[in-house]
C-alpha cells in the first residue's frame, strides 16, 4: 500500500511592496520574498541563497529559517533543515509550522518518537492543524500505535470532513488491525470525495480480496488501472487474484503487462510461470522461473517450483538440482525434501529419496503427504509393514487423504490381507 507524502509548509509572507524588476533587494523581507519566487520556478539553491542573505541581515527572522529548512528538505539536507527548524522555534515558539515540519524531517531519518513530539506541541498551539494529526499519525502507525494513528486520522476528518488523505490514511490502519470493512468504508470515502484517486480503488481492492470479495477486487484493480495504467504492481495484483479463480490466461495477461512495464518483477515472473505450468506449458514455465531466478537467486520458491516443472517434464536431474538449491536457501522446506526424494527414488536413489522422506517428516510432522510418500517408497522396497504403517500415520493425519487410503490397500492386498 502506498504511504501518503507529507506536506511541507511554505511560510508565504504576505508582503505587497516589491523592488522593481531587476532592483537589488535591500531588506530581509525582500530577500525573503525573491526566495519565495525563487522556489516557485524551481530553483532551490537561489532560494536558499536569499533566505540566508536574509538571515545575514535579520538572524531573529523565523519565517527565513523556516523556509530555508523547507528547501534544505526537499534537497535531501535533513539534518540542516532540522537545524533551521530548531532555529526558527528558539526565535518563535509560537510557530506551529516550526515543529510541524522539524516533525516531517525527524520522522523521514526514523526518529519517530522525536517527532511525534513535535507533531503534538504543533497541535497544541493550534488544535486544528489537520496536517499535523494526519502526519502523528502516519508515525504512530510506523511504531505500530494503530489505535494511535486512527485516534488522529479521525480527528483529521473531523476537523475537515473532505479531507481525503484522512479516511485514506485510516483506511490503511484499520486494514492493518483487520478491520477490512472499516477500510472498505474509508476508502470508498476517499472515491467520493476524489474519484481519480487509483490507490484508493488499489487499495479497497486488496481489503475486498481479504474479505474474499474477488469479483470486487478485480472491478477496483481495474478502475484503478483505467485510472493510471503505468503500475506493474496493480495488474500483478490482479493476475493474482485471476489466477486464484481459475482464469489463467487473464492472470498471464496481467502478469505480462506487469512485466513490460517492470522488467525486473521477478514475482510477476514467477507466478506467470505458475498459470503456465498449470495450462501445460512446461517450457514457457521453466522460462519464466529462470528469469526470476537470474532477477533474485535468493527465493527458494522459485527453485522449488522450476524443479516441479522440470519434473513434469521427467527431467530428474534438473529437478532434483533446483530442489537441491531450495533446501540450501532455506533448510527448513519441508515440501522441498518431500519432492527431491520422489525425484531421488525414480532415479534409483533409494537411500537418498528415504532420507529426503526421512527430513520432510522430521521439519513437519503433520504432512501426510510425506507419509504417503514414504510409504510407497517403503512399499516399494518391499517393507509393506513400514508402509501400512506411514499409510496409517498419514490417514489419522488427514482422514479425507485418498491416496493413503488406496496404497495402503494395495499394500494390504499384496499381503493377502482383503478384508483390510
Known sequence: MKR????????????VVWPVQGQTPSTATDYVNRGIEKVKKGDPDGAIADFTKAIEIDPR?????????????RKGDRDGAIADYTKAV?????KASGYYNRGNA??????????????????????????????????????GDLEGAIADYTKVVEIDPRKASG?????IALDAKGDHDGAIADYTK?????????????????????????????????????IDPRVAVTYYNRGTVRQGQGDLDGAIVDFTFAIAINPRYATAYHNRGLSRKEKGDLDGAIADYTKAIEIDPRRADTYYNRGLARQGGGDLDGAIADYTEAIEINPRYALTYNNRGIARHAKGDREGGMADFNKAIEIDPRSALAYTNRGIARRRDGNIDGAITDYTKAIEIDPLHASAYYNRGVARGGMRDFEG
Open 4 to 15: 501518503l507524502a507529507r506536506l511541507l509548509l511554505l511560510s508565504l509572507l504576505l508582503v
Open 61 to 73: 527572522y523565523a519565517s527565513a529559517y523556516l523556509n530555508r529548512g523547507i528547501e534544505r528538505a
Open 167 to 171: 479516511y485514506y490514511n485510516r483506511g
Open 190 to 226: 476517499v472515491i467520493e470525495i476524489d474519484p481519480r484517486n487509483d490507490s484508493a480503488y488499489y487499495n479497497r481492492a486488496v481489503a475486498l480480496g481479504d474479505k474474499g470479495d474477488h469479483d470486487g477486487a478485480i472491478a477496483d484493480y481495474t478502475k484503478a488501472i483505467e
Open 90 to 94: 528558539e526565535i518563535d515558539p509560537s
Open 106 to 143: 525527524l520522522d523521514d531519518k526514523g526518529d519517530h518518537d522525536r517527532a511525534i513530539a513535535d507533531y503534538t506541541r504543533a497541535i497544541e498551539i493550534d488544535p486544528r492543524y489537520t496536517s499535523a494529526y494526519l502526519n502523528r499519525g502516519v508515525s504512530r502507525k510506523e511504531k
